[in-house]
């Protein structure tokens, strides 16, 4: 867990690279912050899933107009039931492509879709329920889209939808298999 926040430090630390660096070679940086209701499901007829929370912070890095890459975290709330109604805690990690494009017909706004993996670690160790040993982590794949609103030069505001799925289950068991959880909500972002 630890090597995984250095790295991720890293990372986010190079995205994070001065915005007077941006200006002068044409890269333009972007942190956006959101929250969202998350709906989890999970692919076990045993397992039911529920409502809970996303909040999260992405940082995006555009290299040309309309491609970029970006990286995140996200504080997850998530809901499992199984013998009795439990909320998981995760800490997800999105990384990947970003792409853009404006919708000039509505007024200056612009879309965003980004692509990749996500890395998630549960943050709650042990379950309560009796028919969970154990919560798990792993990688999953990554996709979210926001529709932004200029509100400032630098500053967009808007709805943002995630979808991950991921390709581990959740659980110590194997029995039980992965999960999908999606997100909607409002998206805020910061431009350099």
Known sequence: MKNLLKVYTLIFSVLMAPSVVAQDSGIELSTAIHAAIDITQYANTNVDGGIGFDLGLRQHVFFHPYLGIFAGLDYVGRNVVLNISEKSKWLDIPFGLAFRYSGSAMGGTKNYIDLGL????????????????????????????????????????????????????PFAQSTLASMLSTAFGVEGRFKY
């Open 118 to 169: 996500y890395y998630a670690t549960n943050q709650t160790k042990t379950s309560a329920d009796p028919g969970i040993t154990d919560f798990a982590g792993g990688l999953g794949f990554y996709f979210a889209g926001t529709t932004l609103f200029p509100i400032t030069p630098s500053f967009e505001m808007g709805f943002y939808v995630t979808g991950k799925y991921s390709f581990f289950s």
